[in-house]
């Protein structure tokens, strides 16, 4: 079975400031991991995904998650955040063997203030 | 169409009615999830439907709930004799590959059993 932490509940930063949102995971085989972003009062959006290859994988709004076999991590960073990231982030996993069937953890909501 | 389409957004039901929520997936995505979001926790995967295969119900929690999909078509899901805990924002995802590409969510309906 897998499951999927994430360590903070909340996380409020300034705007302009370096933020890191962390996940853990087990799995007992390889595993797929993914970030969703869901903005208030929309849908998930998927912002990035980890599959194979480069271990730092990269959205198109600046964001970035380092995939860290040995630590069983997929921390979120962003080095400058800016106000309309203020959202609801969830990682989740998968592997091979789930068909697709994702774990999310339980959603870190940043909060980008002025 | 462009995207996964959820009816109806909003539904209050009375404690013990029946409910039917529907999800018209992204053509050609043969993979249809449903997942279930309760207030203040991660999504929690109910079942998922992948062409004409047998569905994976393994995670709906009870027998009052049950799910239809047709094909590579329209989903719906069931809850019969609602209750209060049933009270979540129900999401329909979608996606060509199983495990790999992540998927296209729905915008969710919101369910509130009163």
């Known amino acids: 079975a897998q499951s999927v932490t994430q360590l903070d509940s909340q996380v409020p930063v300034f705007e302009e400031a370096p933020v890191e949102l962390r996940c853990n995971y087990s799995?007992?085989?390889?595993?797929?991991l993914f970030w969703y972003v869901q903005y208030p009062n929309q849908g998930l959006q998927l912002l990035l995904k980890?599959?194979?290859?480069?271990?730092l994988v990269e959205s198109i709004n600046g964001f970035e998650a380092e995939f860290n076999k040995s630590q069983t991590s997929f921390h979120l960073r962003k080095p400058s955040v800016h106000i309309s990231d203020t959202a609801e982030y969830f990682c989740?996993?998968?592997?091979?063997?789930?068909?697709?069937?994702?774990?999310f953890g339980q959603g870190t909501i940043l909060t980008v203030h002025p | 169409g462009a995207g996964v389409s959820q009816s109806p957004s909003n539904k209050v039901t009375e404690k013990g009615k029946d409910v039917e929520l529907r999800c018209d997936p992204i053509?050609?995505?043969?993979?249809l999830y449903w997942y279930r979001q309760r207030l203040g926790q991660g999504l929690e995967f109910l079942i998922y439907?992948?062409?004409?295969?047998?569905?994976?119900k393994s995670g709906l929690p009870s027998d009052r709930f049950s799910a239809e999909r047709t094909g590579e078509s329209v989903s719906t899901l069931t809850i019969q004799r609602t209750q209060q805990e049933d009270s979540a924002v129900y999401l329909c995802?979608?996606?060509?590959?199983?495990?790999?590409?992540?998927?296209?969510f729905g915008s969710g309906t919101r369910l509130t059993v009163v």
């Open positions: 995802a979608s996606s060509q590959q199983t495990g790999r590409g992540g998927y296209t």
């Open positions: 799995s007992s085989v390889s595993v797929y």
């Open positions: 980890y599959l194979s290859g480069s271990t």
């Open positions: 989740a996993v998968t592997d091979y063997t789930s068909y697709g069937k994702l774990t």
């Open positions: 053509s050609g995505h043969t993979a």
């Open positions: 439907f992948q062409g004409n295969s047998a569905p994976d």
